[in-house]
């Protein structure tokens, strides 16, 4: 149990004092009751105390020295003041200094009791809310330096990343660059067996830069050190051309694509080989994702002042619960899809990183074995580029 409340009463009337610390003290309070203000001065300096009854008017010393005196040493001690009729101004002044109440004599002895039990009431709930807010702003310093340390840290993993992934990239394209030229035939003519071997090489090494590269854009993306080139840029074009690079994939796969673009697109005002780089993502996702023989579709449409892109495959779906985290680093759909596939689930986190360079949105729609929509967002250009647009359309 909590020590009982220790409650000063100054009041030079014997009964009036007597009946204030009697009923105080039934109620369960410790009370100190004083005749003089000298005393109560003396005692508020020495002792601890939770709330203060004083009258206003006293032979010594006046009542809102006490006040003064009881708030200085104790900024959250209650304290009460009595007063007779003549002196209300003063008492409502106290009031104003940070007194708790006053009460015009005679006072009743039980309003008096619930007023103090309100007032440490009241105190209590204030010195609770004081605790929290300290301990609130504690456990923020400490988030705040841990939040710097983890900042510093992933910072440091994002240049190791980028270093180590720019060293790798040197001894790869060695790798790459010479089985290449070995099976052009340039050094020597191969047999068959050696071909075989020479495409294993070609293809792991192709694909060790592919991953190698995805680390190396999501540590520049991290580290702040991607710059977008922005220009104006049709993206009919862009579409077309990955069309043609697609189209052996897609041919072998026998698989559709079918391209819906609006008339007189407006020119987008985006950093052209970053925007391929997340259509060709989507693109080969689809494609990996949709059986053979499957239908894929890009459309592209004016929304407001932005384009709204999607990537469309009739394939395997997503499962609703996996459409946040697939855009998270490293992140896969755990199926035998994509273990069969392989890749490195870094592929969506660019994407949505460089989407969201050029302050748009990137996110998908799915059903679970109803095939995917991939939707994004990129900035139009400027309106007077339209235009140009409109005439260079107009000139073809
Ligand atoms: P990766 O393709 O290298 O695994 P991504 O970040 O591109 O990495 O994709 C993450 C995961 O999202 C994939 O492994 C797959 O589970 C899921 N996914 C992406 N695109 C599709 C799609 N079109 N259809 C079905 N699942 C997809």
């Keep these: 149990m909590s020590a009982p409340a220790i409650i000063v009463i100054v009041e030079a009337e014997a009964s009036t004092r007597a009946t204030l610390c009697g009923i105080l003290e039934d109620t369960g309070y410790r009370v100190i009751g004083l005749k003089k203000g000298a005393d109560a001065l003396k005692t508020i300096r020495g002792s601890s105390f939770d709330a203060v009854i004083t009258d206003i008017i006293l032979p010594d010393v006046g009542g809102i020295e006490i006040l003064e005196l009881a708030k200085e040493i104790n900024p959250d001690a209650a304290v009460i003041i009595m ?12 009031v104003k200094h940070g007194a708790y109440a006053y009460f015009v004599k005679p006072v009743d002895p039980d309003e008096m009791k619930t007023a103090i039990t309100n007032a440490l009431k009241q105190q209590r709930l204030s010195l609770e809310n004081k605790r929290l807010v300290e301990s609130l702003q504690r456990s923020n310093r400490l988030l705040f330096e841990a939040n710097k340390e983890l900042k510093k840290a992933n910072r440091l993993k994002s240049e190791f990343m980028a270093a180590m992934s720019h060293e790798l990239r040197t001894p790869l394209n060695v790798i ?16 068959e067996e050696q ?6 090489i070609l293809s792991s090494g192709e694909h060790l830069l592919n991953m190698v590269n995805d680390i ?11 710059e977008l080139r922005l220009r104006n840029v049709a993206l009919t074009d862009v579409i077309e051309s990955l069309r043609r690079t697609m189209m052996p994939l897609l041919t072998q796969r026998k698989q559709s694509l079918n391209v819906k673009l609006e008339k007189r697109l407006p020119l987008i005002h985006v950093d052209e080989a970053r925007v391929r780089q997340v259509l060709l993502n989507l693109l080969s996702n689809a494609s990996k994702f949709t059986p053979d023989g499957g239908k894929l579709e890009v459309r592209a449409a ?9 990537v469309i495959d009739n394939g395997i779906g997503i499962e609703k619960g996996d459409h946040e985290r697939i855009f998270a680093a490293f992140d896969q759909v755990d199926n035998s899809v994509k273990r069969e596939k392989g890749g490195t689930g870094l592929g969506l986190t660019i994407a949505k990183q460089i989407v969201e360079m050029h302050r748009g949105r990137i996110w998908v729609e799915s059903e679970y074995g109803n095939g995917s929509s991939f ?3 990129l ?5 007077a580029s339209h235009a140009q647009e409109k005439e260079r359309v107009g000139s073809k």
């Design 83 to 94: 007063t007779d009729c003549a002196s209300v101004e003063t008492a409502l002044d106290a």
């Design 176 to 191: 790459i660059g010479f089985s290449q030229l070995m099976l052009d035939g340039v050094p020597r003519e191969i047999n």
């Design 195 to 200: 071909r075989q071997c020479l495409e294993d």
């Design 216 to 226: 190396l854009d999501l540590s520049k993306v991290e580290s702040g050190k991607m």
């Design 302 to 310: 004016r929304e407001g002042d932005q384009c709204q892109v999607s």
């Design 375 to 377: 939707m994004f967002t």
């Design 379 to 383: 900035p139009l250009a400027p309106k």
